[in-house]
């Protein structure tokens, strides 16, 4: 089993490169189902989820491969012959379930096992059954398998209950060669879901609205493929920003949409850091002030973002002051503040509501991942804290950072990947 094994107290210092998004990736590529021809994606994180998906769809039938910078990726569903996804590639990751839409509008049949991916709470997948059915779909979950089945998709006016990235994506893959104008309202204005929709527009498609709350799809009866590039990812770019300011640091962030960030910008100013907009980077860097208390509330884009809570809460623990974070989108997301407790943080939670009191040090332990995102926090806690800290459980951070220790080591972060064997290395090379 791997290990981060990190040495803290580095402020980190320089110049980091974000990568593509991870949120757009894991959507876009089974949205590749949709399309009769050959797409080429690129600026695509190298991931195991992407790996995971792109497993997926070569197991029914696609040709994949990815050309010499790793990057960009060529998709061929041409000759796909399958609407049936393998249980266990399911359930390497949550995303998995955009193949039910893309697999339903492509064959009007899907059948893919309940996804997997992080368990940090119940994550219910109702409103994307309910648009799958309001377009004609006769949706069965026995046996922890979906099947969706449908004599011919028919466009309908759909209001989603709550606001869902997944639902929202779901149902305009269901939607974009059903029959008519499907009229989607309720929906997520994540700029992952804003990019989906552009990528499935330069495939042929006909979607337009997302970014707002209502979008319409016009149904077309075949997607012919083109060239498109995925946005930066916002969340590795917020991480790398919160980990600059808790380090005490100054980091460059480049290939970024500023206009992405705006929710952590304000907060880390709030908090105490420094904060400089370019127009494609934002540099982070300490001020003389003491980073102090602040309230977090996540919420839907562009709220503060869920995926970022846990990264927030590591820098909190060092900051003066009590502050309290409310998590408004998803069930038992605090699972990994027992994990911050092994490092001295002071935390308490009730609910979805955590209350953190700053402490002057954090101090090195073993601690695992609990999840991706939590991860991502247990290595900016560590980066702060006296002495060494071990982190296990990299499966989880392998699958949302790419060359996460490489990057961190550039700006000056004592970090090693280890086996338990003793052995070391960086993304797979051996030190």
Known sequence: MDKFVIMGGKKLIGEVEISGAKNAAVAI????LLVEGTCTIENIPRIKDVDVICDILTQLGAKIQFKDNKHTVVIDCTGLNSYTASFEAVQKMRASYYLIGALLGRFNHACVAMPGGCNFGVRPIDQHIKGFEALGAVVDTTSGIIKADAEKLVAS???????????TINTILASVRAEGVTVIENVAKEPHVVDFANFLNAMGA????AGTDTIRVTGVKKLLGGTYSIIPDQIEAGTFMIAAAATQGDVLIKNIIPKHMESISAKLVEIGANVQEFDDSIRVFAGKKQL???NVKTLPYPGFPTDLQPQIVALLSVAKGNSIITESVWDNRFQYVEELRRLGAVINVDGRVAMVEGVDKLVGATVKATDLRAGASMVIAALVANGVTEIYNLKYIDRGYEDFESKLQALGA??????????????????
Do not use: C, E
């Open 29 to 32: 590529i089974p949205a590749a």
């Open 414 to 431: 004592q970090i090693v990947r280890k086996s338990d064997d003793g052995t070391g290395s960086v993304n797979g090379v051996a030190l």
């Open 292 to 294: 102090t208390k602040a």
């Open 157 to 167: 006016h759909i209001y989603l209950d709550v606001v869902s990235v997944g639902a």
């Open 206 to 209: 006909q979607i337009k609205g």
